[in-house]
Nanobody, 126 residues
Framework: VQLQAYGGGLVQAGGSLRLSCSAS????????MGWFRQAPGKEREFVAR????????YYTDSVKGRFTVSRDNGKNAVYLQMNSLKPEDTAVYYC????????????????????WGQGTLVTVSS
């Protein structure tokens, strides 16, 4: 699976952005899809994930109620709608794909994802 994330940019606090991640390969729908982010000087952190069917989603506490993750298996794509953005959301955002090998906690860990996109920069100005 090859992933390409795009849609980042500069936005004012309170604004919105929609990130997209396109995937190549026939096995897209077999993978759990996640979004991670990495701010300067910080470790990569989990943001959100969506199950293979798209029916189940999980979010880190800091984005709950503001971000929405979704996927379209027919288009081999996953999305992250980000609303009410805050300066602390500034980071490079990565999409990633994981084989369904573990339970819920498994997918919070970057090391359990097999494929990564190149990242897209989101900058939120105050």
């Amino acid at each position: 699976v090859q992933l390409q994330a795009y849609g980042g940019g500069l936005v004012q606090a309170g604004g919105s952005l929609r990130l997209s991640c396109s995937a190549s390969g026939r096995t897209f729908s077999s993978n759990v899809m996640g979004w991670f982010r990495q701010a300067p000087g910080k470790e990569r952190e989990f943001v959100a994930r969506v199950s293979r069917s798209g029916n189940t989603t999980y979010y880190t506490d800091s984005v709950k109620g503001r971000f929405t993750v979704s996927r379209d298996n027919g288009k081999n794509a996953v999305y992250l709608q980000m609303n009410s953005l805050k300066p602390e959301d500034t980071a490079v955002y990565y999409c990633a794909a994981a084989r369904p090998l573990g339970g819920s906690y498994y997918y919070y860990l970057p090391r359990n994802y097999d494929y990564w996109g190149q990242g897209t920069l989101v900058t939120v100005s105050s």
